[in-house]
T-cell receptor, first 111, second 116 residues
Framework: LAKTTQPISMDSYEGQEVNITCSHNNIATNDYITWYQQFPSQGPRFIIQGYKTKVTNEVASLFIPADRKSSTLSLPRVSLSDTAVYYCLVGKGKGYSTLTFGKGTMLLVSP | NAGVMQNPRHLVRRRGQEARLRCSPMKGHSHVYWYRQLPEEGLKFMVYLQKENIIDESGMPKERFSAEFPKEGPSILRIQQVVRGDSAAYFC??????????????FGPGTRLTVT
């Protein structure tokens, strides 16, 4: 399984755009990149998944460069409720697979 | 459509007792995963089950831990003779039979086990 490296913590203010970068140098050809969000005392929640280039949904964008050795989760105009831990995962994107979580990035959004 | 249900939400056991954690997957999901999260750590995979089958138990401790997902009823994670080191949050996740274009797991709220 490809190992991921992401910042331990980040701080931001309401209304700002937040970009969290994840490194995955040994990503395999058939690996997908997935981000989960976890609030305190809750289970993780799927945010977005991508394979290459850019993926956008109603909550976030995911940017993946051509070499796929890193990816950036972009959260537009964060609010206080976006304070959470964000996990970057790399692995099999289709079919059934267990998930490997690192320690994630603790994002703190202040007023 | 109700989400993944776990109960109890909080469980306190004395050392040496047994802990039983239950998980009901989302309707239509037949794949269940169990994860453990220690304080200040990420989630660690324990076991992956389908109805009446254990598919992958590579993350399960060799002793005292067992899991099942019977044909009827919830999935059960059982910890025998609990020790203080078993204190953690245990999360269950489920996924559908046909994941479609994007594969994701749906997580329950977790059971927080405290061993005293």
């Amino acid at each position: 399984l490809a190992k991921t490296t992401q910042p331990i913590s980040m701080d931001s203010y309401e209304g700002q755009e937040v970009n969290i970068t994840c490194s995955h140098n040994n990503i395999a050809t058939n690996d997908y990149i997935t981000w989960y969000q976890q609030f305190p005392s809750q289970g993780p929640r799927f945010i977005i998944q991508g394979y290459k280039t850019k993926v956008t949904n109603e909550v976030a964008s995911l940017f993946i460069p051509a070499d796929r050795k890193s990816s950036t989760l972009s959260l537009p105009r964060v609010s206080l409720s976006d304070t959470a831990v964000y996990y970057c995962l790399v692995g099999k994107g289709k079919g059934y697979s267990t998930l490997t979580f690192g320690k994630g990035t603790m994002l703190l959004v202040s007023p | 459509n109700a989400g993944v249900m776990q109960n109890p939400r909080h469980l306190v056991r004395r050392r040496g007792q047994e802990a039983r954690l239950r998980c009901s997957p989302m309707k239509g999901h037949s794949h269940v995963y169990w994860y453990r999260q220690l304080p200040e750590e990420g989630l660690k995979f324990m076991v992956y089950l389908q109805k009446e089958n254990i598919i992958d138990e590579s993350g399960m401790p060799k002793e005292r831990f067992s899991a099942e997902f019977p044909k009827e009823g919830p999935s059960i994670l059982r910890i025998q003779q609990v020790v203080r080191g078993d204190s953690a949050a245990y999360f269950c996740a489920s996924s559908p039979v046909s994941p479609g274009e994007v594969y994701e797991q749906y997580f329950g709220p977790g059971t927080r086990l405290t061993v005293t």
